[in-house]
């Protein structure tokens, strides 16, 4: 604990077991690290990624033996996919009592190399801070497995030394800066995908300049991180989410330019539709030290100051909500500074168009697929960043995966808004099953898709977790309800039942 | 479909997505499999294992790639610890999709490994149905990864053959029987410990019948996946989970004679306490075919027809609940034919040696320590017995797992009645820490023991989860309260606030 709080992690997320109790006293015992408790471990994974997207730096997240990892692992999953840094810790049996059969012994090991970047084990109590720089050095969603004789044990009194200073950033690469140049300057026009580390706010205003210089196309990657947003910074349009769109977006391109974005690759594959995104024979270009390449190339092109600042969000039609008012009027209402975590899937898109000349804020996408990241992102975030108003757009479906994140909002009185977007359907298999030519499902498809029988009563569920909640049904209930939302600290939830 | 309908699979407990689809269409096409939809993979996991502890049989399990397998992870390892056949499969990306980086890639095959007895990956459409043969002749749980590519792609079209018969059961062995008659006629005395197989209602009244010829002790293991109890069968009392309490159970008798029970270990590592529960030098005897073991026995020893029949419930003591006030008005409700899952945790124990005389029961217990495996359980074992009642005895910090579970309860109209026992805290912790000496907590571990701020008001969750519920806080309120869920079909919650 010494180790990660000279490390500068100050937070731990957890739902601690027995095997961990000498860890939580190790908390107690050493200061610095605030305790908050999730209800299910998934929550405790996704908000150690909120907080480390929103932080910029690691948060840890104490895990319960195998089956904690297990739980905590759709949103370890997303965390990594983020590229989020992320102190895992999990308790063990005692040395000792391994192998003997005892009903909470599982191959904890093998369960957490499937669901992290690293995974070390700790071998004795004086190792354990060692293993913790470590694990902490290796970046990235990275395990320490501690066996309780290890936590129980003594461990040197050493304080331990400050971390390694972070590498500096580097520079940009001229030669690929000039390719890139040359790229843009085709006739036939280039994308430019911006990904990872150039979706913040240098990286957004350098490629608003370029696209201003060179009439190029700006994209982000469809499920970012972390991007910067609002107050008059360009707002690059997102790649499509399906593939035919997404290849068509960067069709009729002479290249395609990656600032931190990875090669688009399809969500899923279908069968005749391609894995790769960019039709074939596009050249791809990638810009290493993205940021600096932005910024670089934007002053080769003698590019203007800024680029074209989007227009301010339209009030939503009025009446039965649909997807497109219910973002239009979150995308109106929102607040100054917000931090908007996104799990609203099939209405994502529509925000994302919606809200790009909303005042400034912070977009945080799920980015993994693994559904029940928003809710435990959300706390995560508001932890980070206490003065900031989180609102969290919600898909029905997705929040019953982690609604046990609710009670952590009220029991910590964050200022989380949710909206739960109630479509009482898993309307993405609807339109995976119209895309497969299935225009009305039999029994098991229609079985496994709807979520009308009954429908999940969002008031309720949140208030049972302590967070005050409204239903609405119309765009202007719904303004009227988030204006009231964020004008009081503390959660609240709004169910915006879709027409 | 076809070779797992053909094995006797009729029902799918699944939360599927677009990689499954085509298994979902394939269901339909197919028939003979009932879709059972849970709102998150553990709930599925739960059920399937709850359903195969009362069928017989295994169920399908159907999940979506590695964060599906991670989510259903804490079941499957409860139904790893009952022993409990399983056929879970997997859908992941298409083949040619792999090794792209795309959101939902990740190493299903480890997660599996981690979390499964057998894992198989399909590598054609045309091998699908035998691997599904095989992964469920591999019997225990048993994993199946599906490529998408394999899922869509075209199969061979013959009928699969049925599957081999099972293997008869082995008879007595007469060594380990004579061996077991010498110790139990040691006037030393000697523990007979029941698990598994032996806790049926043949292998119950067997050790009821030695234990009235012999003396010796009956005990249960701790956790039994399925045991037959009530209606005037004999009742082993529980051996108990704290080791110094276990060890002091089974210390004073000549001998330890196990049936279909595993060599006893503490459930957790104490410094200073062993890991077996059984004092050094304990003579310990195995009786391979535990059921006909000990009948063979009771006819060996001339044993009475039956042995001591428990009293039968006492009524609960009037006024605010108490744990014991709890499980005595439960044990003296509870209706002829239950099946009681039990995952009460800190009551569970009072439950047990309150219960021994009440209706005959099937009594489910939480067998991997992985909490939230109740209210699947529940849901499992009502969809297999849809003629018995299922009474739900719950922990509330354990329901806060898979509380999703309460809306496959509401949309399939199951037959199960909920008591959530709420006192609001992490009380086992709490206990450890008074174990360890921490009679005033410090905050840390305040933090994660209490769930009071707020308290999750469980009436709330039911209800917007289609469960009609209650809240008692007296004996006399909970035994009416219980009496009218019982009359009335569906699922019903009560919450039982403990004083």
Not at 27 to 36: F, L, T
Not at 371 to 389: H, M, S, Y
Request: glycine letters at 12%; one cysteine or more; charged letters at 15%.
């Amino acid at each position: 604990m010494r180790t990660a709080v000279a490390a500068g992690v100050d937070v731990c997320f957890a739902n601690p077991g027995t095997t961990e109790l000498d860890l939580v006293r190790a908390i107690d015992a050493v200061g610095g690290i605030r305790p908050v408790l999730g209800l299910f471990e998934g929550v405790c994974s996704g908000a150690a990624d909120g907080y480390a997207r929103m932080a910029g730096r690691p948060a840890m997240a104490l895990l319960h033996l195998g089956p904690g990892v297990a739980n905590a692992g759709a949103n370890l999953h997303n965390a990594r996919k983020a590229g989020t840094p992320m102190l895992v810790v999990v308790g063990d049996h005692a040395t000792s009592h391994r192998g003997l059969g005892a009903p909470l012994e599982s191959d904890v090991e093998t369960i957490a190399r499937g669901l992290s970047d690293s995974v070390r084990t700790s071998a004795s109590a004086a190792g354990v801070g060692a293993d913790a720089a470590a694990a902490l050095a290796a970046g990235g969603v990275s395990t320490l497995i501690v066996p309780a004789d290890c936590a129980w044990g003594e461990a040197p009194g050493d304080a331990p030394g400050p971390p390694p200073p972070a590498a500096p950033r580097a520079p940009a690469d001229d030669a690929a800066v000039a390719a890139a140049e040359r790229a843009l300057a085709d006739p036939g026009g280039a994308v430019l995908l911006l990904g990872g580390e150039a979706l913040g706010e240098r990286g957004v205003r350098a490629a608003g300049r370029i696209a201003a210089a060179t009439g190029c196309t700006v994209l982000s990657e469809t499920f970012p991180a972390r991007l910067e947003r609002g107050g008059g910074l360009p707002a690059p349009a997102r790649l499509p989410y399906f593939p035919e769109q997404a290849t068509a977006a960067i069709a009729c391109h002479a290249a395609l330019v990656l600032a931190g974005a990875r090669t688009p690759v399809a969500f899923f594959k279908y069968p005749e539709v391609p894995s790769e995104i960019a039709p074939p024979g596009t050249p791809v270009l990638t810009l290493p030290a993205p940021v600096e390449a932005l910024e670089a190339l934007a002053t080769r092109l003698g590019a203007p100051d800024a680029g074209a600042a989007p227009a301010p969000p339209a009030p939503p039609a009025p009446g039965p909500l649909t997807p497109a008012s219910l973002v239009a009027a979150l995308a109106w209402r929102q607040p100054e500074g917000a931090i908007v975590v996104d799990e609203g899937l099939t209405v994502s898109e529509l925000y994302v168009a919606a809200s790009g000349g909303a005042p400034r804020h912070t977009y945080l996408a799920l980015t993994g697929g693994a559904i029940g990241q928003g809710p435990p992102t959300a706390v995560g975030a508001a932890v980070a960043c206490p003065e900031r108003p989180v609102l969290l757009l919600q898909a029905d479906g997705s929040a019953m995966y982690t609604l046990q994140a609710l009670w952590t909002m009220a029991h910590e009185r964050l200022d989380v808004t949710t909206v739960v977007c109630a479509n009482r359907a898993y309307r993405i298999l609807e339109a995976e099953l119209q895309r497969a030519g299935v225009t009305e499902a039999p029994a098991a498809a229609r079985a496994f898709t709807r979520l009308d029988d009954p429908a999940p009563d969002w008031v309720a569920l949140s208030s049972g977790m302590g967070v005050p909640a409204v239903r609405v049904t119309t765009a202007e209930d719904l303004g009227g309800e988030l204006d009231r939302a964020l004008a009081e600290p503390g959660p609240h939830l709004v169910e915006a039942v879709l027409a």
